[in-house]
Nanobody, 116 residues
Framework: QVQLVESGGGLVQAGGSLRLSCAAS??????????LGWYRQVPGKQRELVAS???????TYADSVKGRFGISRDNAKNTVSLQMNSLKSEDTAVYYC????????WGQGTQVTVSS
């Protein structure tokens, strides 16, 4: 089994920065072999992919965050982080860490609120 725990959310003014972290525990070999990602969801909308990183450190980003967000993983520490810069009010959402193990394992989510 794999468990994911996010941290680092909060309230920030537009233009500011936040760094989210996700600590993975459980089947470490599965975690290190999986694609890790960050998703976000606002009430009434579908959860959307923000960024992902493969075991080989290939990254992908949603168009809306390209150039502002950076995803990274540390396989030694079993963590995945999301650096969010130049935040906008439309980035306000609950952010979820996820691991694709054939099925998706989700963290509990962390709220990010960007005030304009």
């Amino acid at each position: 089994q794999v468990q994911l725990v996010e941290s680092g959310g909060g309230l920030v003014q537009a233009g500011g920065s936040l760094r989210l972290s996700c600590a993975a525990s459980g089947n470490i070999f599965s975690i290190r072999a999986s694609v890790l990602g960050w998703y976000r969801q606002v009430p009434g909308k579908q959860r959307e992919l923000v960024a992902s990183v493969t075991p080989g450190d290939i990254t992908t980003y949603a168009d809306s965050v390209k150039g502002r967000f950076g995803i990274s993983r540390d396989n030694a520490k079993n963590t995945v982080s999301l650096q969010m810069n130049s935040l906008k009010s439309e980035d306000t959402a609950v952010y979820y860490c996820a691991a694709n193990l054939g099925h998706t394992v989700w963290g509990q989510g962390t709220q990010v609120t960007v005030s304009s």
